[in-house]
């Protein structure tokens, strides 16, 4: 395809995107098609001859956009804000479009720098000293991941140069609360460490937060029985409640047996862009790592998570290999991003964040976040106003964790309940919401924050949740 | 930013990307800023309010552009040919105007399937049988990692579920030739095993392929010390001179001994879409796992790296984290592609597969190929009839390692030479090549394959080269 074809056809789906985004409102949230209706539509064989654009223009009606849950919509609370801001998406397209290739700074100097000015500018806005440095990873499951690659390297005095992880005399030990984001569990058993060797720290009963006298038994019970603490991961708005565990506490806990601390900030992170928000990251500054995705509730598009760490050195020293076709002059002067993470070879991501800041502006940015937590607190007021609703874990941010409870129905038969309004509401194609388990029952969450979810979108959603919990 | 204001700038950009495409020739292939230089450039704190697009464009102009080498340019010979088609840009902008959101096959079914379908085409075009499973990583990097990971836990006896590596009772080595990709290092050293665990196997002199009798004996030697020979890599075309591991014969040994084989074929998989190139894919049918870029020689933007497995069950019982957030009514219908690697969260990359394919046509792409072929081949022989010019290894593919030897240079005085005049060749900004190590002496990888090198650029490098060389 040359530069002219491309220019055609790249404002003709320009057009398509747009229509698409403005239209996105009425379509159903929920994707509609049954699995292998998409594939059945797609030809066997890939075509030996080129194929007009015009028939994936169809495919793209047809079969890929009612094939997606519509988290650009309204109507879209689930899982988590998955926002894809327009400015954002403006600079995922000049990143395909000059198609640097990141491997090394010398690759390309100004996707290395741009990715250092962004990340400065985010280190800034979150209120974290300059002992921080951060780099984007594609998702919080890689960079928590990396995290507790650095965790074990530093507990193991750096077995990476010997006989690794499977040389260590003493098995080393990982911490988090029951409550942590499934990455974390993945992530200890890829980094090496065994399912047997993760612990689930008890949690407050009310708040959900893991309680760091709890923390302190369990690491002190593992010494004993001679393992090593070896990292505590510290979630700061756990997936299931938004549940904010005490970290300073527990870094103080870590600290007393020299564990690495990485919080899982992915979702909550945005929040520390609101100086009335800071206090819940209180103590953040103590832990040795940090993960957090733009790319939810803040909205840079998917796929910008930052991570950041105070030992960079540390952080090089396992994830540095450099070979000699990949040897500059320049070398000790930049930073290599190949050395802060799992891929060599890595995308302009930079340009997202870059063009999102620049084109929206951090106010604008800020108040959209402050209307979401707003939107929160007044539906978690209704739902506690109403008879048979109940709020079941403190409202920290966005999100909202309800049940209908009507008289008399209680285990299994509510779990029914609950999973069939809550399919109803899904099924309705007017909202979507995520049912998810809570001390063993179901219930819902109501993760508010799609970019485009405006107060009378929230008041229809809890009409909407009362008319079908009542009839489902 | 509305989609009306998308509109009007996302016309203006696709301008600005149609216009930087038709001009790349023109520019210096390899970046001209000095470190820093891009950086001083951008405001030192995040936009309050919204700024003007046109001050982006100037940036793009002023630094981004000037800020990286430019691989699309027909003057591109680095370390490997990393197209981008424009073809498959267009999924790329799609892909971010939908912004779907790929964290279960609920989420964005479309996402799924579309994943499953091109990588079925891609399997069959490379003459894969449909043992094999195929899923999109962002890089061979990761998709190794992945691989040694399910490498790991098979020969652990699925350690993960237990006490982890590091329960182990015999340390579990990995073995690759010397001249295999740094990410195997990275892999081996990032999944536990430890540097002392990972065999660098002896190869031969001339075609520079590691020798299977040598993989059996350090295999047999580990076994006989106590040590698990758990996984082999073989690189079908290594990083620096493109050499040919036996697959076959390596999966022969590996058996031998129950080690998982996984195969390096990142950038030469391209390769695999020609019949006549398959016998050097000879054997590799018998492999567990096999990494080959699309985003490198064939042209699919990165990142679009392809992992093939062919025990998927095994793969997903060490990937898989499923919380009940996630969980629905379709999972047993379906493919989970977060169980297939490490991200939760992924991007609807098929869709760059997918465009591309379908717009450039598979002839079209293979045409593409062929060509750069018998440009290497035309290079080699130039090159080989030039005195005081040696090629160095076996010209495979498309990838030509040369040296010019002057009369009595020899030694520390010949690298000298070597870096000099390859040096002054990138300094030109004509042309771009990368200088490599060979057997203890820097040499010169002309990596020919970008997408616009046509055979009159090529032979103004070999012009280009030779000039150089005699008063770099």
Redesign the interface.
């Known amino acids: 395809?040359?530069?002219?074809?491309?220019?055609a056809?790249?404002?003709e789906?320009?057009?398509?995107?747009?229509?698409?985004?403005?239209g996105v409102a009425d379509r159903p949230v929920q994707?509609v098609?049954?699995?292998?209706?998409?594939?059945s539509r797609?030809p066997a064989?890939?075509?030996?001859?080129?194929?007009p654009?015009a028939?994936?223009v169809t495919m793209?009606n047809e079969?890929?956009?009612?094939?997606?849950?519509q988290?650009?919509s309204p109507g879209f609370y689930?899982?988590f804000p998955?926002n894809?801001?327009?400015?954002s998406?403006?600079g995922?397209?000049?990143s395909?479009?000059?198609?640097?290739?990141g491997?090394t700074?010398?690759?390309?100097?100004?996707?290395t720098?741009?990715e250092?000015?962004?990340t400065e500018?985010?280190r800034?806005?979150c209120g974290l000293s300059d002992a921080w440095r951060g780099a984007i990873q594609?998702?919080?499951?890689?960079g928590t991941?990396v995290a507790l690659?650095a965790a074990?390297e530093r507990a193991s005095g750096m077995?990476?140069?010997?006989?690794?992880?499977?040389?260590?005399p003493a098995?080393?030990v990982v911490y988090s609360s029951a409550h942590c984001?499934?990455?974390v569990?993945?992530a200890v058993?890829?980094?090496?460490?065994?399912?047997?060797?993760l612990r689930h720290v008890e949690v407050d009963p009310v708040t959900y937060a893991l309680r760091p006298e709890s923390l302190r038994a369990a690491m002190a019970a593992d010494l004993a029985a001679g393992r090593v603490p070896a990292a505590v991961v510290a979630a700061i708005g756990t997936?299931?409640t938004t549940a904010m565990d005490p970290v300073r506490e527990m870094c103080v806990v870590a600290a007393e047996f020299g564990a690495w601390v990485h919080v899982d900030a992915a979702m909550a992170g945005s929040a520390m862009l609101l100086p009335e928000c800071r206090h819940l990251f209180d103590g953040v500054e103590l832990a040795d790592s940090l993960v957090w995705n733009p790319?939810k509730w803040m909205g840079t598009?998917?796929?910008c998570s930052l991570l950041y760490v105070r030992d960079v050195d540390h952080l090089v020293a396992?994830?540095s290999?450099?070979?000699?076709?990949?040897r500059s002059q320049?070398d000790d002067?930049?930073v290599q991003f190949k050395d802060w993470g799992?891929?060599?070879?890595r995308?302009?991501r930079a340009?997202k964040l870059?063009?999102h800041?620049?084109?929206?502006?951090?106010?604008?940015i800020r108040q959209r976040l402050r209307r979401d937590l707003a939107h929160a607190a007044w539906l978690a007021e209704a739902v506690a106003a109403e008879p048979g609703w109940r709020v079941l874990a403190p409202v920290q941010l966005q999100t909202v964790c309800l049940r209908h409870e009507p008289e008399g129905l209680t285990g299994a038969e509510l779990d029914r309940h609950t999973l069939a309004w809550a399919d109803a509401v899904n099924a309705s194609g007017k909202a979507f919401v995520?049912?998810?388990?809570l001390d063993g029952r179901?219930m819902v969450?109501v993760s508010i924050g799609a970019e485009a979810t405006e107060r009378a979108d929230v008041e229809a959603l809890w009409a909407l949740l009362r008319e079908t919990a009542l009839s489902p």
Chains 1, 2 share one sequence.
Request: glycine share 8%.
């Open positions: 395809m040359t530069p002219e074809e491309f220019r056809a790249a404002h789906l320009v057009d398509w995107v747009a229509d698409y985004r403005l994707s098609l049954r699995p292998g209706q998409v594939r797609m064989h890939a075509p030996a001859e080129p194929q654009l028939e994936l793209l079969a890929v956009v009612p094939g997606i849950t988290t650009q689930g899982w998955s894809a801001a327009l400015a998406v403006l995922d397209h000049v395909s479009g000059v198609a640097a290739l491997i700074w010398q690759s390309a100097p100004a996707l720098e741009v250092q000015v962004v500018w985010l800034e806005l594609d998702t919080a499951s890689t991941l690659l074990r077995s990476i140069d010997g006989g690794g992880l499977q040389a260590c098995p080393l984001h499934s990455s569990e993945k058993l890829l980094a090496g460490f065994g399912r047997d060797n997936t299931g790319h598009i998917l796929d396992c994830m290999t450099t070979p000699p076709y990949l320049a002067d930049v799992i891929p060599l070879g995308r302009f340009l870059w063009f800041l620049h084109l929206d502006g951090v106010q604008a995520s049912p998810s388990v179901w969450r």
